[in-house]
């Protein structure tokens, strides 16, 4: 019989070797799981166990939440939504060089902290605003990297499934105080992106659009106020205890459905395709917390937690210094991995440590979500930047360099978020939510 450190290793091998070869990363994870489990218990101990975990790792209320903001989502991709969100953020700051480019940055803030999806934003407001900067004579590969650039700014301005994860991972932290917690450091992501830009369109010679009319800025607004009024609505309710974040998933997709059809651009034979998408992007979101409960369990079991834990706190006891070298243990992981399965698998391991090092667990979940965020804009897993140069009709390659910018100043803020824990806690203080 195997004992600890052989599981361990057994799983921490297997696993890259089959992600190298082109194995799913859900389905690597399974069999590496498995692979050590089988050292250890017979055939029929391994399968109840594998069967507990999984059922265990899925079986939370907080988890219905996913499904229906997914299915919000999907919906105002075809809901005409994103132009309005387009129209009203050129209204907000066309009067900036490189106007279309940062109308794209805005418009991914408002439709992310809407879908909580920085996929869905990449690819309904990248899609939609295009061919207005092909036909401006924007630079296609800047463009796309404005769009993909700022489309994860979604992921932390809530309602936002990522924090959902990270809520059932970290052992119950507040969803709400999570959500409110998001809102200051998904801002400062959309800032950030508008000054590489600005650089931009400065270098290029891209003229600002100047300033609408007033009754054509009122004009816009009116329009997108009711869907702009579902972030007051959602979160507004869940902060004030009014629902919970899984009412409030089931809320949002009635709200979207009836302003699609108000706005008549979705209609009755539309909503099957929308009910398959969310199923199959669902299925592949539980499936994946399921294998990584049964991941966790087994890593606990070979005490590789508490391996790493102290092997860090053994390296140097300067608080600074561990939580850089989290930081960038996290960077490389989301470049290689799903915010999803990351999150499940390295937060009870690194939360313990910063928790010991006097970080909050509401902010080590914005620290965790904005570093994972930005490896989904960077090779060679990156579903934003895949889905990014999808729309603009690029190869990776060809937005990389433009990317380069965006890469270290959303670092440079990452530190920024780390280091100044107000940014996180402020608001979820104020509101009562922590101490």
């Not at 229906?68 to 132009?83: D, E, K, P, S, Y």
């Not at 889905?387 to 990317?403: N, T």
Request: one cysteine or more; glycine letters at 8%; proline letters at 6%.
């Amino acid at each position: 019989m195997a004992n600890a450190a052989d599981i361990g290793l057994i799983m921490l091998i297997s696993i890259p070797i089959l992600l190298a070869i082109g194995v799913p990363i859900s389905i690597s994870m399974g069999i590496g799981s498995v692979l050590a489990m089988s050292t250890v218990f017979t055939f029929d101990r391994m399968a109840i166990t594998a069967a507990q975990r999984i059922f265990s790792g899925v079986n939370s209320f907080s988890l219905l939440a996913i499904p229906f903001f997914v299915l919000a989502g999907i919906i105002m991709t075809n809901g005409g939504i994103a132009r309005r969100l387009i129209d009203f953020a050129k209204a907000l700051i066309g009067f900036i060089p490189g106007a279309l480019m940062q109308t794209n940055i805005v418009a991914n803030m408002l439709f992310g902290s809407i879908s909580g999806s920085g996929v869905a934003a990449a690819a309904a407001i990248g899609g939609a605003i295009g061919p207005q900067q092909k036909d401006d004579g924007y630079d296609p590969a800047a463009a796309a990297a404005a769009n993909i650039a700022s489309a994860p700014s979604g992921m932390l301005i809530p309602p936002s499934n990522t924090f959902i994860i990270y809520s059932l991972a970290s052992g119950g932290t507040s969803v709400a105080a999570l959500f409110l917690a998001g809102y200051v450091p998904g801002i400062l992501w959309g800032l950030a992106c508008i000054i590489p830009a600005m650089i931009y369109a400065v270098r290029a010679g891209y003229k600002a659009q100047g300033f609408a009319k007033f009754q054509e800025n009122l004009s816009v607004t009116i329009d997108a106020l009711p869907a702009l009024f579902l972030i007051v609505l959602i979160v507004g309710g869940i902060i004030s205890g009014i629902f919970t974040p899984t009412e409030a998933s089931c809320i949002a997709v009635v709200y979207v459905l009836v302003l699609s059809f108000a706005y008549r651009t979705i209609t009755v034979q539309m909503i099957p395709s929308f009910l398959l998408d969310t199923a199959k992007t669902t299925g592949m979101i539980i499936f994946m917390i399921g294998i990584s409960a049964v991941m966790g369990w087994i890593m606990a079991y070979a005490k590789i937690p508490n391996i790493i834990a102290s092997s860090l706190l053994g390296f140097t006891d300067n608080p600074i210094l561990i939580m850089i070298m989290m930081n960038v243990i996290m960077l490389l992981l989301g470049c290689v991995m799903d915010p999803t399965p990351a999150i499940l698998i390295f937060a009870p391991i690194f939360l313990p440590i910063a928790m010991s090092l006097g970080f909050d667990p509401v902010h080590f979940g914005v620290i965790m979500v904005f570093n994972l965020s930005i490896g989904t804009i960077t090779p060679p897993v990156g579903p934003i930047l895949f889905v990014g140069c999808r729309i603009a009709k690029l190869k990776i390659e060809d937005v990389f360099k433009p990317l380069l910018m965006y890469f270290l100043i959303l670092i440079a803020m990452l530190l920024v978020v780390t280091f100044i824990p107000a940014l996180s806690l402020l608001l979820p203080q104020a509101a009562g939510l922590i101490r």
